[in-house]
């Protein structure tokens, strides 16, 4: 088994003073890993992950997860690269196909955003470019359908799976035997990682609005997405994850980053 890492999402910057400033706190609370929504409100996640890297010490930024068809691979290539040297191996670039309303987006960039059929082919292409130098950063896929699957386990150092909200254990179960199969002789090659929406019971309206259903619902419906305040109980959630499905990997999004670091560091203390 893989020992466990830690990271936070971020999504929201209002100014590099601000950004900056979370960046220390993220690495400060214990954190393995600062991530980067593309885009970051409506900001680049390359700059501002450029200024983490530089406020912190062994902090690890990455994307989480990049549009492919905002950039050509010739441009990404250039970004990753750039990252990757300047921060000597702290950088790891997540792909992915671009999040609900990419499409808009990639027309104010002058970008075609690419039909479904034609996603996952241009993605692979872009990883092609991308895996032509050996000393680059570490690639992480998201990826819940069978094609995105397929590219993870074939290409992907990292893959994080994603998991609708309401997503139980027995519907993860069937994933992550899917994704075993498809990585076949790779598999202990690749760190596995799983996304979470929540921690603990209360409310949020804004995880309601974007998951349909609010963190209580998510609770009573055993979802995977959300786990309990209390961290030694979470702890052993994790660790019974780890052992039934090798998830090692954890993020979640920046608003829970204070609880989910006591539970961080309970789960390690546990045996992470």
């Known amino acids: 088994m893989k020992p466990f890492r830690f990271g936070v999402v971020a999504g929201y ?9 979370q960046a220390e706190r993220v690495e400060k609370l214990g954190f393995d890993t600062l991530l980067a929504t593309d885009p970051v409100g409506t900001a680049d996640p390359f700059v501002l992950l450029g200024a983490a890297a530089a406020v912190t010490i062994d902090l690890t930024v990455g994307t989480f997860v990049l549009a492919d068809p905002f950039r050509t691979p010739e441009a990404l290539d250039w970004q990753a ?47 092609a470019h991308l895996k032509r130098t050996a000393d680059r950063p570490r690639l992480m896929l998201a990826g819940g359908g069978p094609k995105m699957l397929a ?5 992907a150092d990292t893959v994080t799976f994603s998991w609708a909200p309401k997503t139980t254990e027995t519907e993860a179960q069937s994933i992550v035997d899917r994704f075993r199969e498809l990585a076949g002789a790779r598999l202990p090659d690749i760190e596995l990682g799983l996304n979470l929406m929540a921690v603990g019971t209360e409310p949020s ?41 090798g998830i090692s990997y954890v993020t979640i999004n920046s608003g829970y980053a204070e609880p989910f670091a006591a539970i961080a560091d309970e789960t390690r203390k546990a045996g992470g």
């Open 13 to 21: 910057s209002p100014g590099l003073t601000s950004w900056t400033a």
């Open 81 to 127: 690269q750039t990252l990757h040297r300047q921060t000597r191996g702290r950088f790891e670039l997540g792909l992915g196909v671009g999040r609900p309303g990419a499409d808009e987006h990639a027309k104010s960039l002058g970008r075609e955003f690419p039909s479904p059929g034609e996603r996952i082919t241009r993605m692979a292409a872009t990883i």
């Open 151 to 155: 590219l993870a386990a074939q290409e």
């Open 205 to 245: 309206p804004s995880i309601a609005r974007w998951a349909g259903a609010d963190v209580p619902e998510l609770v009573a419906g055993g979802a995977v997405t959300v786990l309990p305040a209390d961290p030694a109980a979470a702890a052993e959630t994790l660790l019974r994850w780890r052992e039934r499905w």
